[in-house]
């Protein structure tokens, strides 16, 4: 798998078969705690686009990258942003979960040179997190990890994917998880969320107790011209919980896009 040194540390990520620098660059960013692996689902789909690059990234200290990761989301989206520069990246299509759509939200903002669109899942412009939580991931984070899955995921959904999820947070180190989380609770871009000027997605499950829907819709409120769907049935990992229709959304988005952009 590929690696690049950035700010010291060796990054993993997983990319296409082919990366043409002159075409768009599909940039896929996990959310807390988590890793590439959150796009599992996503890809076989896009691995080998004809027109897209695919790239989907660890963050510093998550997956295959080695670091400590950040305590602020700030932090994340100025890692990201070397991320891009040091590929030579340009248009960028960020498509960011839960941590990652701060990212992604961040980057629109201050950074539009670099991004050509953004697709936003379960995501917030407040990613608060309750102190309970941040107490039992600083003081057991096994339980943390034994609890996490029955609130990220549907109550039906899978078993298989709330075992996969859990294998990830165990995967990660507990004071990156931790740090993830503070940087998540201090995330606040309720007056700037109306600056994103690019074409927007936003995706939201009815089931997400984490960033349910209303959450999403105040996004599509404020961002003018952006896309709003919700996903019924699927709670906080919807990509995963319901992969085709979650696919399907995002295929329509970027063939639209595509079209207004020749």
Wanted: with cysteine; charged share 25%.
């Amino acid at each position: 798998m590929p690696e690049v040194s950035i700010q010291g540390n060796q990054i993993h990520y997983l990319m296409g078969d082919n990366l043409d620098k002159s075409r768009p660059t599909l940039l896929f960013i996990h959310g807390a705690g988590q890793s590439a692996a959150t796009w599992r689902y996503q890809l076989d789909l896009f691995r080998n686009h004809p027109d897209l690059n695919f790239i989907v990234l660890d963050l510093p200290g998550h997956g295959g990258s080695k670091g400590d990761g950040f305590g602020t989301v700030d932090d994340y989206k100025d890692f990201v942003l070397e991320f891009i520069k040091t590929l030579e990246l340009s248009d960028v299509i960020l498509i960011g979960h839960s941590m990652g759509g701060g990212i992604s939200m961040l980057l629109s903002i201050e950074h539009p040179e670099v991004v050509l669109a953004c697709v936003l899942a379960a995501t917030s412009v407040k990613l608060s997190v309750a102190q309970q939580t941040l107490e039992l991931v600083k003081n057991n984070y096994l339980e943390f990890c034994d609890i996490s899955p029955t609130r990220a995921f549907a109550d039906d959904s899978p078993e298989v994917l709330k075992q996969e999820y859990k294998k990830g947070l165990l995967n990660t180190k507990p004071e990156v998880c931790y740090q993830d989380l503070v940087a998540c609770d201090k995330f606040d871009i309720l007056n700037d969320v109306e600056k994103i000027n690019i074409p927007t997605l936003i995706i939201s499950a009815d089931k997400d107790i984490m960033t349910p829907p209303k959450r999403g819709e105040y996004i599509h409120q404020k961002i003018y011209g952006s896309e709003y769907f919700e996903i019924k049935g699927s709670g906080h990992f919807l990509m995963q919980e319901k992969a085709q229709e979650f696919n399907g959304v995002l295929i329509d988005f970027l063939n639209d896009l595509s079209s207004d952009t020749k």
